[in-house]
């Protein structure tokens, strides 16, 4: 056992650490079921345990891995064989509900959809709602500036955390647990550690803010024959249903088509029309809104916007519509595929797709794009499947990225950067702009101690 092995074991005490043979126990990430690799794994409980484990890790200069859930997109919670992994599993706690100011405190290691039950419980709802609910962690959620079906109405997670407690790279514990809506007591250092996925600091502990639960709940899956009429249909929606809008989630045909069917989902709606959309809408007044919202659809199917609809009438028909958006296992069947997240208007989304679909098809005959996404937000995932055997991911990347730059788009609506996208960081950013984030890795982190290679090399 090294020294800082041995040191970090004396930190978190019997059973908290694992050497590199039990590690290899677990897998390596929810994409990646190889066993994990690392020097090894400390399993703080507290926040002056993960302070002592940074601590003594600054002082010899030993990289450290934060992983929550592992439900990452961009190979940034993947270690190697130098690293100790600090995960926060045993930092579960919802600590504290205030039902007067609407706020919850809660570890960075407990899972959303936990955090999600436990305050519908008093009658709140934490809104960041994501596929991975079941397993990603607060942490991780601030750690990536986590996104969602809700961002639409509710904002991203940027805005859904009111204080944050956070470990520095040398051990210093900066408490910003502010509960307020407002304070403008100087610079607001949370959102320094929001979206940073963990190369500025170890979050322990979040102030998250709450909002009512709804009283009802309205869904429907449409079926499309344009992109035009999809954002024809998103404007109408938005003003007809008086701000209860809560998601709008378009797939593309060739979607909606592979993770249907035989060895899929059963499909609500016939499986040959070129757009479909799932959305939501949430509201106080369940009859009323209900009705309002029937007649909004019936319109726009009387005015031939929507080509086809189904209106789950139980939460399981509900539940099996936003299945089909959410798990995209049935369409994964021809590995290699690679994943992407990027952001750009939504006036252009038409073209873009177009080109990055040419792309694709020019280099592979067989290659697939399928593409779905938070159009709301103007973002959109695709996953890219050359259907060739071998490794063609940088191929695959300049496919969907160089279009990118015409449009004013992201390399990253919510996914982050991680070590997947580091080259392409300059895509989408000035170096006016990575120059400030790399002084400010340098001035938080002068070791480089925390995520060594995320996000910004320096
Ligand atoms: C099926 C599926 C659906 C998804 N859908 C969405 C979606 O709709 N929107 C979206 O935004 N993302 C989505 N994701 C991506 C992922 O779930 C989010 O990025 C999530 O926020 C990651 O949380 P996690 O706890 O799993 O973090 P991890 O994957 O463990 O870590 C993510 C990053 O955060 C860092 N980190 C974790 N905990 C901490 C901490 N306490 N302090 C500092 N750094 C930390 C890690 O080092 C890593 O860089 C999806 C993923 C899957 C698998």
């Known amino acids: 056992m090294s020294s800082t092995v041995a040191a970090l074991a004396g930190v978190v005490g019997d059973g908290r650490l694992l050497e590199a043979g039990s590690v290899a126990d677990r897998v390596t990430s929810f994409w990646n079921s190889a066993p994990m690799q690392a020097k090894a794994l400390v399993l703080p409980a507290t926040t002056d345990d993960v302070s002592g484990i940074l601590r003594h890790c600054n002082a010899s200069g030993q990289s450290v891995l934060t992983q929550g859930g592992l439900t990452n997109c961009v190979s940034a919670v993947e270690p190697n064989l130098d690293d100790i992994v600090l995960s ?21 290691g407990a899972i959303l959809q936990n955090v999600q039950e436990a305050v519908a419980d008093e009658g709140f709802c934490f809104p960041l709602d994501l596929g991975a609910r079941g397993s990603c962690t607060i942490g991780g959620n601030v750690a990536t500036n986590a996104g969602g079906i809700n961002v639409l ?19 210093t514990v900066l408490s ?13 250092l ?57 998601a709008f989630e378009i797939m593309w045909g060739n979607y909606y088509h592979a993770v249907t069917g035989e060895n899929g989902h059963r499909p609500p709606l016939p ?87 040419n792309n694709v098809s020019r280099l592979w005959a067989d290659g697939l794009c399928i593409a779905l996404g ?13 259907c060739e055997d071998g490794d063609h991911h940088e191929a695959s990347d300049a496919c969907v990225y160089e279009p990118l730059r015409q449009y004013g788009g992201s390399v990253s609506a919510e996914h982050g950067i991680g070590i997947e996208k580091l080259s392409w960081l300059p895509h989408s950013r000035t170096s006016a702009e990575i120059e400030l984030m790399r002084s400010l890795k340098r001035s938080l982190d002068p070791n480089n101690i925390l995520n060594p290679g995320r996000v910004i090399s320096v």
């Not at 086809?308 to 299945?323: F, G, L, M, Y």
């Open 88 to 108: 926060t599993e045993k930092m579960t706690g919802i600590l504290e509900i205030d039902e007067i100011g609407g706020t919850a405190v809660v570890e960075a």
């Open 153 to 171: 109405r509710y904002g991203m997670m940027r805005n859904l955390v009111l204080g944050l407690e956070v470990v520095m790279a040398d051990g």
């Open 176 to 188: 910003s647990m502010n509960r307020m809506l407002k304070n403008n007591a100087g610079y607001d």
């Open 190 to 246: 949370k959102q320094l550690f929001i979206g940073s996925e963990g190369t500025l600091g170890v979050v322990t502990r979040a102030v998250l803010r709450l909002f009512p639960k709804p009283a009802g709940r309205q869904d429907a899956l449409v079926a499309m024959n344009s992109i035009d009429d999809v954002v024809r249909l998103l404007g109408r929606l938005q003003r007809q249903l008086a701000g209860n809008l809560s």
């Open 271 to 357: 499986r040959d029309y070129p757009f479909y959309v799932v959305f939501q809408a949430e509201g106080s007044d369940p009859t009323a809104d209900e009705a309002r919202f029937e007649d909004v659809l019936g319109d726009a199917l009387e005015d031939g916007l929507i080509a086809d609809a189904v209106i789950p009438k139980s939460a399981a028909e509900t539940r099996a519509i936003w299945e089909i958006r959410e798990n995209f296992e049935p369409a994964l069947v021809k590995p290699p595929f690679y994943l992407y997240d990027v952001s750009l208007p939504i006036r252009d989304m038409s073209a873009y797709v177009e080109a990055v679909e």
């Open 374 to 386: 938070h159009m709301a937000d103007g973002n959109l995932h695709f996953f890219v499947a050359p």
